[in-house]
């Protein structure tokens, strides 16, 4: 079974920083992209990175360009979220998903997600 | 940034009723466009890609349609376990823009 486990997700201060780890079993993990997208309370979905198979590509939402680094480790499958300079406007649960891949372009549309983990973001 | 617009808000059948979701893109994205449905309390789940392709295990009743700048979603007929947030997503150009959502529930 494919499947995504977030973690990391904590009450974090005003301008500190936090990383997520999203760990990835049960699909060829190098093959494909991971992307994060958030979710704040009440809201709807909110796009925030995405990483491909190769490291090769990463692209940032606007939103948190400049402060959230995306990186992956192959050989451990897994994808992590460093963020830095966190405000309130970053609290929200966030979702790592599987992306897809093909002929090495990353497709971005996502048919694995994990349960998500949850940042708050408060002093 | 291509705006996603999602309609109506919220979405009120009756279970065994026809209901059509619309997505609206602020320019065209040939059919790149996903649907995705998110239950309460649980990560989104991908039900449509490429406009009309339905992902693994998606039940029949749920069809997608739509190129250019309008799409659809269709549920044929209401199961009640089909109460949840329905967002649509465009994979056309970086960055990636989902819709507000629309919500169905019981009427």
């Known amino acids: 079974e494919e499947q995504l486990l977030e973690s990391g997700g904590d009450l974090a201060q005003p301008g500190g920083s936090l990383t997520l780890s999203c760990a990835a079993s049960?699909?060829?993990?190098?093959?494909?992209?991971i992307t994060w997208v958030r979710q704040a309370p009440g809201k709807g979905l909110e796009w925030v990175s995405t990483i491909s198979g190769t490291s090769t590509d990463t692209y940032y939402a606007d939103s948190v360009k400049g402060r959230f680094t995306t990186s992956r480790d192959n050989s451990k499958k897994e994808v992590y979220l460093q963020m830095h300079n966190l405000g309130a406007e970053d609290t929200a649960v966030y979702y790592c998903?599987?992306?897809?891949?093909?002929?090495?372009?990353?497709?971005?549309?996502?048919?694995?997600w994990g349960r998500g983990t949850t940042v708050t973001v408060s002093s | 940034d291509i705006v996603l617009t999602q309609s109506p808000a919220t979405l009120s059948l009756s279970p065994g009723e026809r209901g059509t979701l619309s997505c609206r893109a602020s320019q065209t994205i040939k059919n790149y466009l996903v649907w995705y449905q998110q239950k309460p309390g649980q990560a989104p789940r991908l039900l449509i890609y490429n406009a009309s392709n339905r992902a693994a295990d998606v039940p029949a009743r749920f069809s997608g349609s739509g190129s250019g700048t309008d799409f659809t979603l269709t549920i044929s007929s209401l199961d009640p376990e089909d109460v949840a947030i329905y967002y649509c997503?465009?994979?056309?150009?970086?960055?990636?823009?989902f819709g507000g959502g629309t919500k169905v529930d019981l009427k």
């Open positions: 049960g699909f060829s993990f190098p093959l494909y992209a």
């Open positions: 997503q465009q994979r056309s150009g970086w960055p990636v823009t």
């Open positions: 998903a599987k992306t897809q891949v093909v002929a090495m372009i990353v497709v971005p549309y996502m048919d694995v």
